[in-house]
């Protein structure tokens, strides 16, 4: 044996080895679910809870803590959906729906998301403005002409790795507790006993806050990317696995969207957080435009939250808008039943390269709309939180058909919570209304 073999050197090299192969088989198992939670946080979510955290402080740190298990059930079964079944979400609900009903939901969802996708855009150009001086319009369409080409000339598998590491910027928003000072006994009492004040202003807030948190293009995406990553490694759909392979994926899917919902939950508290202990605590309960946003963070939090506020922006716009646009593009080719998906040439699906093209088009003519993108972003919240109602209760049924899912429809706690979040999401929408 070579004396080296077993030396406190060696071991410690391969101690090294060992970790650094289930970091990375940890981070390889993270893909749906994590772009998914990531993209959770777009330019309108970051916009959404500033407004939520300048309007009404630590008392709606609550939200995100309910959000949480309710997210992390839509999005699982979404996921399972598209593993279970081979087919996306749109083509699932053809089957418990006429078609009429889900090109309407389809057209509902191009929508919602063509305005979040000009909101997002007009977002990234207002931040990069503030950065440089100027410049905004131009940024802008660079912004839109980069997303667009990505997702027509890219294979998804090219760039999904690298969309993995952008969501490491959302990560500098935690950052922000460390430039402030926080009465934490004062922020755990908040999240415990908040204090509630019913009212239309509030309502809307939490329609917007679980409309950015619980979006229709996350149920779409997810179950489309579990699609693309089945045909991509050649693998079955798990009826027609055998029960440890279906297992393991089962797994693989619980712990990629636990982790990436996680993450999303955990930034959006930290952004309330953040507007609540300084532009709340300072009387700056309206965010009426970006720069008000950002200029408002400077000499209160200091030049940091300044960047932050700006850079967050533009990394988690180019984040999100080629999910935006993506599962527009799956959801109204599949109602059709046409040929899609992001692996495909555009010759290949030509239907959904137009829907994408054609959102990302209607989208940048926002920037010439006399409409602030900050309010543009907080109101397409609330609209996806209106969309997400007939969606949800639409994805349940199918969760729960064994034509369907076989043996692995939604398991009672996917049900429970699956269908509190729809339960939740109409009786905030309807409460919206009535007020």
Do not use: C
Not at 115 to 137: E, F, K, R, W
Not at 339 to 365: C, N, Q, R, S
Not at 394 to 404: G, L
Not at 415 to 422: C, D, E, H, S, V
């Amino acid at each position: 044996m070579n004396d080296t073999e077993d030396t406190p050197v060696h071991r410690l090299g391969t101690a090294t080895t060992h970790a650094k192969r289930k970091i990375e088989l940890g981070v390889g198992r993270l893909g749906p679910g994590l772009i998914t939670g990531a993209a959770d946080d777009d330019p309108s979510g970051i916009a959404t809870y500033s407004q939520a955290g300048a309007q009404f402080g630590l008392n709606m740190l609550w939200s995100v803590i309910v959000a949480y298990p309710l997210m992390v059930a839509v999005q699982v079964i979404s996921a399972r959906i598209g593993r279970v079944t081979g087919k996306g979400l749109a083509a699932n609900l053809l089957e418990v729906l006429p078609q009429y009903a889900v090109v309407a939901l389809a057209l509902l969802l191009f929508a919602a998301n063509t305005i979040n996708i000009g909101a997002d855009i007009a977002a990234m150009g207002a931040a990069a403005q503030l950065l440089v001086g100027g410049g905004a319009t131009g940024f802008t369409i660079f912004a839109a002409a980069v997303s667009l080409l990505l997702q027509v000339f890219v294979p998804y598998h090219a760039y999904v790795r690298y969309l993995k590491w952008l969501t490491l910027v959302l990560f500098a928003y935690v950052g922000v507790v460390f430039a402030v000072r926080i009465d934490w006994l004062a922020v755990a009492r908040s999240v415990v006993a908040p204090d509630i004040q019913v009212s239309a202003a509030w309502i809307t807030v939490i329609v917007a806050v679980f409309g950015t948190t619980i979006s229709p293009y996350l149920f779409f995406w997810q179950t489309a990317e579990e699609i693309e990553d089945m045909e991509l490694k050649n693998q079955p759909d798990l009826r027609h696995m055998t029960r440890p392979a279906a297992r393991h994926q089962l797994k693989r899917m619980a712990v990629d969207t636990f982790t990436g919902m996680a993450i999303s939950d955990l930034i959006s508290f930290f952004i309330i957080l953040t507007t609540a202990v300084t532009l709340h605590r300072s009387g700056i309960t309206d965010i009426q435009t970006s720069a008000d946003a950002a200029n408002a963070l400077r000499p209160i939090a200091g030049p940091f939250a300044f960047l932050l506020f700006s850079l967050g922006i533009i990394g988690t716009g180019f984040l999100a808008v080629p999910v935006l646009a993506g599962s527009t593009g799956y959801a109204v080719a599949e109602a059709f039943g046409l040929p899609k998906g992001l692996e495909k040439k555009p010759g290949e699906a030509k239907t959904f390269y137009g829907v994408i093209l054609a959102a990302m088009l209607i989208a940048l003519a926002s920037i010439w709309m006399p409409v602030d993108p900050i309010k543009m972003l907080f109101w397409s919240a609330v609209i996806n939180g209106v969309a997400s109602v007939p969606i949800l209760a639409a994805m349940m049924v199918v969760a729960r058909s064994h034509h369907q899912m076989g043996a692995y429809v939604a398991n009672p706690w996917q049900r429970i919570f699956g269908w509190a979040a729809t339960g939740v999401m109409a009786a905030a929408v309807v409460a919206m209304f009535a007020l």
